[in-house]
């Protein structure tokens, strides 16, 4: 078992700047891909970026791609998803998840949190 906790969602202007963190707890950090997802109201949760176990590999969603950054600090068994220029279509809650690496699939989420991105 994973456990998955996301901090760091606010309210920010549109142009601005967020770090969401994701603090995990239970087993390896270090067996998991990691990655962010987000729901915009009335939209299906959709990928915006993931890292694999050793933080050697990146991607992004094209809608992200360029400012957004998502990183990983194994030691501290954190991920953090770095969002810079900010737009109003990019408020959702962003939910952290864990792919284990023999995995096809994220096998556990975390509880999401609140991004508004004022216009």
């Known amino acids: 078992q994973v456990q998955l906790v996301e901090s760091g969602g606010g309210l920010v202007q549109a142009g601005g700047s967020l770090r969401l963190s994701c603090a995990a707890s239970?087993?390896?950090?270090?067996?998991?891909?990691m990655g962010w997802f987000r729901q915009a109201p009335g939209k299906e949760r959709e990928f915006a970026a993931t890292?694999?176990?050793?933080?050697?590999?990146?991607d992004y969603a094209d809608s992200v791609k360029g400012r957004f950054t998502i990183s990983r600090d194994n030691a501290k068994n954190a991920v953090y998803l770095y969002m810079n220029s900010l737009k109003p279509e990019d408020t959702a809650v962003y939910y952290c998840?864990?792919?284990?690496?023999?995995?096809?699939?994220?096998?556990?989420w975390g509880q999401g949190t609140q991004v508004t991105v004022s216009s």
């Open positions: 998840a864990a792919q284990h690496i023999t995995s096809d699939e994220y096998d556990y």
């Open positions: 239970g087993r390896a950090f270090t067996s998991y891909n």
């Open positions: 890292i694999s176990w050793r933080g050697h590999i990146t």
